[in-house]
């Protein structure tokens, strides 16, 4: 073997090397991020423990601290994660062909997902409320966005000319955003409200919010 093919041999091996520790790292973080989305969801932020964490993911309780710093690092982890997920999931339901059947489809799916992850959204509401580091480092690391979803099924019955002339998407969607966090703070997870008053209560905001934007 010439001098060259043999160094060429070792960056081979070499890349290998740090391409297989790679893989390993993002194994590990993905395990890490599933089992830290259980504990978290089964015994809230401050129940839950690293160890748990770790022995639930099966790796060393070290690779917390090393791949995201701690507990709080990783629960914001499982936030973008999560973010990630739900944004490149498709709507469940086909585009609609007025603006009141389609926020309504919206609203009515987006409020059995949220159901659907309860107990995960009261640990970043309750975390965001007493621990003003974690509300800090949320807002620097997890970017606020639009669901861009419903802007383009909004955008597609504006450009079909069945909204009204001034009518600004992004704000329509931003509104019904604001609105959609609200209600399930203040009605599901403080007063606890039932499912057949969100969806009574949703369903009727939608319908009059979109009589201001559908064209007579």
Sequence with gaps: MTETSHTKTQKDDSNAHIKGKKRDRSASEE????AGREIFSKHGFDGATTRMIAKKADVNESLIARY?????????????KFLEETNHLELPYPPQKTLGDELEAYVLQRLEYGCGHEDFAKI????????????????????LQLDERLVNRVQ?????NKLQPNANVLELCQDLDIYM????????ILHESSNEELIAQTVRFARKYAKLYEKN
Excluded: M
Excluded at 31 to 34: A, D
Excluded at 156 to 160: C, G, V
Excluded at 181 to 188: P, Q
């Design 68 to 80: 995201f710093e701690g507990k709080e690092g990783l629960l914001i982890a499982i936030i973008e």
């Design 124 to 143: 970043i509401f309750v975390q965001a409320l007493v621990n003003k580091q974690f509300k800090k480092r949320v807002r620097e690391t997890v970017p």
């Design 156 to 160: 597609a019955l504006a450009d079909q």
């Design 31 to 34: 395990r890490l991020i599933n």
């Design 181 to 188: 966090d609200g209600i399930f703070f203040f009605e599901r």
